[in-house]
């Protein structure tokens, strides 16, 4: 299927709960940075540090909540041809924090995890169609990949917010056309280097 902007007309809110979740908080915090030679993600976009552990040096400290997720989402969607990459990310939003509206390109849907959401963190806003959502604790929001999405900044002074931010992918379509010139690939730029061809590689392995 080609994603098109109307694989999900309006994103599913729900409520995704894990014991470890203290963790992710914990080496979000440690770990994340805004320097953009870490990250395949655009910083300039996402507007706040940023971790994506298996870009550097091919760490796993996401892997065993990936292939949770892939299993989440699936159920959810009630789809087994979803999946997502190893190159999931995770972010902190702090005093003034805030990403420019956008959309994740070549995707079917996009995930977001928040572990952590205080009251008065700001707020993620979707447009065309507009909507609203007030992230809380362990809210898990799925939407489509190309529905045009911001955050906005903290309300509250010292509101902490972190989010895990997973792209996710029909491997039907993957495996029939894939990317020629993986421009926009993962919601990135390919001046940054991005590991497209392992990353195509573990598509076709793993699936």
């Not at 915090?29 to 507007?47: F, N, P």
């Not at 870009?55 to 997502?84: A, C, G, P, Q, S």
């Not at 190893?86 to 805030?98: F, G, I, P, T």
């Not at 029939?176 to 590689?201: A, M, Q």
């Amino acid at each position: 299927m080609m994603p098109d902007g109307t694989f999900l007309k309006e994103p599913i809110i729900g409520e995704y709960v894990r014991d470890d979740a203290q963790w992710y908080i914990d080496q979000t915090y440690r770990e994340a940075t805004l320097e953009q030679s870490r990250t395949t993600v655009r910083v300039d976009i996402a507007g706040s540090p940023i971790y994506q552990p298996y870009y550097i040096d091919k760490r796993t400290d996401f892997e065993e909540l990936r292939l949770d997720m892939i299993e989440e989402v699936r159920n959810r969607m009630n789809d087994d041809d979803l999946w997502i990459p190893k190159d999931v990310w995770s972010l902190y939003y702090a005093e003034n924090h805030h990403a420019d509206a956008h959309v994740h390109p070549n995707t079917c849907l996009s995930v977001i995890w928040y572990p952590l959401a205080e009251d008065g963190c700001g707020t993620l806003e979707f447009f065309d169609p507009d909507m609203t959502v007030e992230p809380k604790d362990n809210m898990l929001v799925i939407f489509d990949g190309y529905h045009r999405h911001g955050v906005f900044p903290n309300v509250q002074k010292g509101a902490r917010r972190v989010c895990l931010v997973f792209n996710v992918f029909s491997l039907s379509y993957l495996k029939l056309h894939p990317p020629e010139n993986k421009r926009g690939w993962y919601d990135v730029d390919v001046k940054y280097g991005g590991p497209y061809d392992e990353i195509w590689e573990q598509i076709l392995n793993d699936n």
